[in-house]
């Protein structure tokens, strides 16, 4: 919020560069962070003041000068203060929107459309939801706040503390390896370019850590705080340590589920400094390079190239000494991992714990969520466990899952892994349950990481006898068939309408929150976009959606675009295909008969005239200068307008109304037009137009829609980059003449 403030950039650079500290590069740029951070105490107290009573400060000059006005007219230099007072009144209100979308974390939705009221309310939601009144922590109640803190504190401190137990070596394990020159790559130079092609690759939204600067920050001062930033990353890179206060984080608890009460139902969030995040973010740039190279084909999350569908815990419980380990024997060299030991080792936390930190501990094991390293760290220990279940496979203990078509070459697959998320396929025999039980015991003395049995499932495919049996071998409950893997349905008909009920119920559960939230039109297309429109997306990569459903879930969209969500009726101001579709409904005869069928209708040819079509695509209206509203319909048939019985045919027009005294000039014109216009009764030929043939093509029809033609409507004039959705949004709307002006209310009765 504060960057938006004018000359305050200029500010933050007169105090960066006056103060002058000596000593290591890190421990100067985290002496001048924390004194930035008093500045900025000081100023927002003495200077910028509070948001809200400068707002009604504003807006009260801005009702004084409306009040002068009312009473007189007002000079120039009056009128000049008063749009002054307005411009500063409209800077506060804007101000007060960034606060609250801030605060709200609703960062999809662009301030400037005047969503306030949103922003408050889903600020206080999340405030709401993130209270912890009480907490069970191994099955005992916490209700005050100090032994809730306390509680929490130890909890975290104890998961984070490496035990002294036997722990099983990974040297007889095979994992593949990087190649000499990728190893001498990842340990050269940083460059300026590579930091800041990282730090423009951040969100400069997400929340600070502990220093309190966000990467907002970063990406604004870059100019004059790139000096010290690029000898931080040279101290970094030749002794290969930093400053430990710029690796101090804050554990954030967000509830996984509604009215979570146990500390089991918290997930663990990492803020990290947001120079400690630029730095992760650099080596995690270098790593996700050579990645691809020592990870498996049966792993698909986080490596270039391979998506979730393939395969369709961050854990707090990875031994650090491990991941040294397994990136020795995958040929990163010495320089390389004493950098990622530096990072992951010297972290210290404090939990939030109702929006204040407690406790400050360090931590000998796991990995932080929301750490740009641990989602590469994480999959290379868990290539372990893929090595694991490989030679178990080669070795005749694990049968795993054959697929040949006809004398084609066979695929096995023993186990698929995405992130934390794993299937692994066996035959189903007790044995093969043994041998798969004692891989993932070894698995867990090796890495320190615990499979979350009561989250497993074993899934019988077809009759399966002792099921129970081997699900008790496995310590985990027996599921069924069909059920979801990674949000898909797995063992479901693909052309099933129920697969797709999971993506309505998420669509509902979202309106069910956001319609009782005021947004603007603006703000309600841009979370359709955003959020309601791309839900189906990742089933749709793999399954087609029935028509019946597609209809529900456009239906869902387009009622929250026009109605917002609110009980009473509104107009939907697009024209629906069912229009065109419709035949003799009563519903449509009802919206015929009372607005008529043009206006940006869509029309439905006739099947027959005076048993044949006559005169599709000959008649031409004679001008957008007549008054249209009169006569129907503006691109009809002209047989319809035709008398057959008079001749070779004579205009039979049907109007709509009376005429108005001003409208009887625009009624001769018209028929000065028609008068020596025939048209003969053979039965015409419908041409398309838009092909080289005259018959439709989709293609022909496509390409004309998207062409760059001056004619067709002007998206690249309306939907631009800094213009607030609120106003394209009305722009859109204006151009296709549906806003609702006092003509058009008149019109629709």
């Not at 004692?438 to 077809?462: D, H, M, Q, Y």
């Not at 027009?653 to 003969?680: A, K």
Request: hydrophobic share 40%.
């Amino acid at each position: 919020m504060w960057l938006r403030v004018e000359g305050f950039k200029e500010l933050l650079r007169s105090w960066w560069q006056g103060m002058v500290v000596s000593g290591r590069a890190s421990y100067k740029l985290a002496s001048k962070l924390k004194g930035m951070k008093e500045k900025l105490k000081v100023w927002n107290r003495e200077v910028f003041g509070n948001l809200e009573t400068n707002k009604m400060a504003a807006l009260q000059q801005v009702d004084h000068w409306d009040q002068v006005e009312s009473e007189r007219r007002l000079t120039e230099e009056e009128f000049a203060r008063k749009k002054e007072a307005k411009d500063d009144y409209a800077k506060w209100v804007k101000m007060d929107e960034i606060h609250w979308r801030q605060l709200s974390r609703e960062l999809w939705l662009r301030e400037g459309d005047k969503n306030t009221g949103y922003f408050h309310r889903m600020a206080n939601a999340h405030r709401r939801r993130h209270t912890m009144e009480r907490v069970k922590i191994r099955g005992v109640w916490l209700s005050e706040e100090s032994t809730i803190r306390t509680g929490i504190v130890d909890a975290f401190h104890r998961l984070l503390t490496e035990d002294p137990e036997w722990k099983a070596d990974i040297g007889g394990v095979n994992l593949n390896r990087i190649s000499q020159q990728e190893a001498d790559i990842l340990e050269l130079p940083f460059t300026e370019e590579e930091v800041h092609s990282a730090l423009r690759g951040m969100n400069g939204d997400k929340a600070s850590g502990p220093d309190g600067f966000t990467g907002a920050f970063w990406q604004v001062c870059w100019e004059f705080v790139k000096e010290e930033v690029m000898e931080m990353f040279k101290e970094f890179h030749e002794h290969k340590t930093f400053l430990k206060s710029l690796n101090a984080t804050f554990l954030v608890l967000i509830p996984k589920k509604g009215g979570a009460e146990e500390l089991g139902d918290f997930r663990p969030i990492s803020l990290v400094g947001g120079l400690y995040k630029l730095l992760a973010k650099v080596l995690a740039n270098r790593i996700k390079n050579v990645i691809g190279g020592v990870v498996s084909v049966d792993r698909n999350a986080f490596v270039s190239g391979r998506q979730i569908l393939e395969a369709s815990l961050i854990a707090n419980e990875r031994q650090l000494a491990f991941l040294m380990r397994v990136m020795e024997k995958m040929g990163f060299g010495t320089k390389w991992r004493e950098w990622i030991w530096s990072c992951i080792s010297t972290a210290k936390f404090s939990v939030l714990v109702n929006g204040e930190p407690a406790g400050f501990f360090p931590s000998s094991k796991g990995l932080r969520q929301g750490d740009p390293l641990s989602p590469y760290l994480f999959i290379m220990g868990m290539e372990v466990l893929s090595a694991l279940l490989r030679r178990a496979v080669e070795g005749g203990c694990i049968t795993g899952c054959r697929m040949q078509r006809g004398r084609g070459q066979a695929v096995s697959i023993s186990h698929l892994l995405f992130a934390d998320d794993a299937i692994i396929f066996c035959e189903a025999k007790k044995e093969d349950m043994v041998f798969l039980s004692w891989t993932l015991c070894w698995f867990e003395a090796a890495s320190g990481l615990r499979i979350n049995l009561a989250k497993s499932e074993i899934f019988p495919v077809g009759e399966v006898d002792e099921i129970l049996e081997m699900a008790v071998e496995l310590g985990c409950k027996v599921g069924q068939l069909p059920s979801t893997y990674l949000g898909l349905p797995l063992g479901a008909p693909n052309k099933a309408g129920y697969v797709w009920d999971g993506v309505e119920e998420r669509m509902r559960w979202k309106l069910a929150l956001w319609k009782r939230q005021y947004l603007s039109k603006g703000g309600r297309i841009t979370l359709i976009k955003s959020t309601l429109a791309s839900m189906p997306l990742y089933q749709l990569s793999l399954f087609r959606m029935p028509k019946g459903v597609a209809r529900r879930l456009e239906k869902l969209q387009r009622d929250f675009l026009w109605g917002g969500g609110s009980t009473k009726e509104k107009l939907t101001l697009s024209v629906g295909r069912r229009f065109a579709s419709a035949r003799d409904g009563m519903w449509k005869r009802v919206l015929v008969a009372k607005y008529g069928q043009e206006d940006f209708g869509w029309e439905k040819a006739p099947k027959s005239g005076f048993g044949r079509t006559l005169g599709v695509g000959m008649w031409s209206w004679p001008g957008d200068s007549l008054n249209s509203s009169m006569w129907l319909p503006k691109k009809g048939h002209c047989g319809g307008l035709m008398d057959q019985n008079a001749g070779q045919g004579e205009w039979n027009l049907r109007f709509l109304r009376s005429f108005n005294d001003w409208e009887l000039p625009f009624v001769e014109e018209l028929l000065q037009i028609l008068r020596n216009q025939r048209i003969n009764l053979e039965e015409d030929l419908a041409l398309w137009k838009g092909g080289k043939n005259g018959q439709f093509g989709v293609k022909d029809a496509y390409e004309l829609l998207t062409s760059h033609s001056t004619i067709l409507f002007p998206k690249k004039g309306i939907w631009v980059e800094n213009v607030p959705s609120k106003l394209a949004f009305f722009a859109w709307e204006a151009t296709w003449g549906r806003i609702l002006t006092i003509d058009r209310l008149q019109k629709r009765g």
